[in-house]
């Protein structure tokens, strides 16, 4: 028995409430473009909320979103100008060794960062780089959207895409209804390729786990993001301190306490005066990854959908929310995203 569902009809519906769909819906809403955002949960409820959240347009020539990192920090800081207390953090980041190697290092004494009881032989400092709190930057671009005009629906799980071709439309299945659009934009992180294949769009992706350590210490202890081939490590006014891990195959909350545990051990014996570090959390994350490591963003070969996926998702949000809602409201291929067309994977 075919089930029949009402339609409701939408302009442009974003699947994904992370910080790039709420980039997407702020980008349409302040064109004034009617736009629906929806999401199985709250904004930034997925691996948003689990970014280091460096913004940098630093990047090798190897790495991924080469092109598109270069926009990063000037989008960001538009963003900045655009909505009033939109808040970003501009400390300004301190690098070094073979991982973060970069042009124009600088020789010590390093004295942006007094605590540190390393002093590397060279390093670079980048004033002009930051980071952001995400999923409280992620809540004021939904609410600017929102003052702009957008819609949301959260709580509301996106089950499959739907096209009629007849009508030249594509739809998103919520179960007891379907929300009819001209374009449906999927950035729904690590869910994007099962939705895709219910319109035979192919997405080569895979969740890739990270681990983030929480730690707590007198504010003031870090003043830059500081990154390095041995940690990365950025705090908050409030003293919270953020250091991502790779993966290493913590399955239970005996070998995550471990992994905190090695974690603080580190940061003790890299800055002074930081015995009184503790282990707040210790989180897995799931990451969206394609397979070559490189964003998959811009318009499907089916008519009306378009993907927007990356990582790094928080540093490439701004520039991606700005070329996709270009691509929808101009109608025009935006050079910059010809590299990362979702059609590769055809």
Known sequence: MTIVRPWEMHDTVVIGAGVIGASIAYHLAARGEPVTVVDAALPASGATRHSFAWISSAGGPDGP?????????????????????????WSGALTWGDEFARAEAIAPPIDVEPRLSYLPSSARFSPDEGWIDPVR????????A??????????AAALRLIRDEAAGLVGVDLGHVVLGA???????GTGSAALCRSVDVSLSLTSSPAV???LSAAPGLIGHVVANDEFEARQAPDGTILMPRGYSGEDSADSLAQTGETVRRLLVDSFEDAGDVRVLSVDVGWRPMTDDGEPAVGATHVP??????????VCLAATIGRL???????????????????????
């Open 182 to 188: 001209t374009n449906v934009i999927v950035a729904a």
């Open 146 to 155: 929102r003052h702009r005009g957008a819609q949301t629906l959260f709580g």
């Open 212 to 214: 983030m350590v929480r």
């Open 324 to 346: 996709v809602a270009d691509e929808i409201t101009t109608s025009a291929a935006a050079p910059e995203l010809a590299r990362f067309r979702p059609s590769r994977f055809d």
């Open 304 to 313: 009306g959908i378009h993907v927007a996926v990356a990582h790094p998702g």
């Open 137 to 144: 930057v992620t809540e004021q671009l939904i609410d600017a």
């Open 65 to 89: 979103a080469v092109g598109l990192r270069d926009f990063s920090v000037d989008d960001w800081r538009r963003l900045g100008a655009e909505i009033p207390g939109l808040e970003l953090v």
